[in-house]
């Protein structure tokens, strides 16, 4: 069965400090990864994608993931943290055989001034 | 482009109401998602929908939930009647299909209080 862990809930930065996201993965195909954000009563916006084609992933608004399989990783950064980046984020690895999402369960990204 | 339209937003209901969402995927999307979001947690599917096949229900709890897509285009969640451990937040999303791609594209959800 596919998982992924998302090892913090909370994680608080300064603005225009580096931002790291971590996420470790289970899944016994190669995996297609995903990195969603979700800001207060809004719906998940995808911010990238690892589909095999490159270990690093870049994605929008200044976001990266790099996957390693060594490590079963697959962590979010950002160099430079913005105040709109405070949101919620969601890692998910797809099931290769059913499409089924199975998502983290979150964590909470707050950037202070 | 128009992303996945959700309506209402917001729905607030006693216990034992019915209660009812509605979905419009995006253009050409031929696969369509049900998803609950309690607080705190990540979304959980309920039903996926490939054209108007309900291909994944297996999670959708079927004495009081029920869904339709007819034509293959939109598609309705309906609780009836709804308890109170259905406060919650339901998303719609919908992709190409399955094989094509597997990425999914979400609507802004429901968030539904029951009382």
């Known amino acids: 069965a596919q998982s992924v862990t998302q090892l913090d809930s909370h994680v608080s930065v300064s603005e225009g400090t580096p931002v790291l996201l971590r996420c470790n993965y289970s899944?016994?195909?190669?995996?297609?990864l995903f990195w969603y954000v979700q800001h207060p009563n809004k719906g998940l916006q995808l911010l990238l994608k690892y589909t095999s084609a490159a270990t690093l992933v870049k994605g929008i608004n200044g976001f990266e993931a790099e996957f390693k399989k060594s490590e079963t990783s697959f962590h979010l950064t950002k160099p430079s943290a913005h105040m709109s980046d405070a949101a919620e984020y969601f890692c998910v690895v797809s099931d290769v055989e059913t499409y089924k999402y199975i998502f983290g369960t979150g964590t909470r990204l707050k950037v202070l001034a | 482009e128009a992303g996945v339209v959700q309506s209402p937003r917001y729905k607030i209901i006693e216990k034992k109401q019915p209660v009812a969402f509605w979905c419009n995927p995006i253009s050409g999307h031929n696969t369509l998602y049900w998803y609950r979001q309690n607080l705190g947690q990540g979304p959980e599917l309920l039903i996926r929908y490939e054209n108007e096949e309900a291909v994944d229900d297996s999670q959708l709890p079927k004495d009081r939930f029920s869904a339709e897509r007819l034509k293959g285009v939109d598609s309705t969640l309906k609780i009836q009647p709804a308890e109170l451990g259905d406060s919650a937040v339901y998303l719609c999303?919908?992709?190409?299909?399955?094989?094509?791609?597997?990425?999914?594209?979400f609507g802004p959800g429901t968030r539904l209080t029951v009382l």
């Open positions: 999303a919908s992709s190409l299909p399955s094989g094509v791609t597997d990425t999914q594209y």
């Open positions: 899944s016994s195909y190669s995996p297609s």
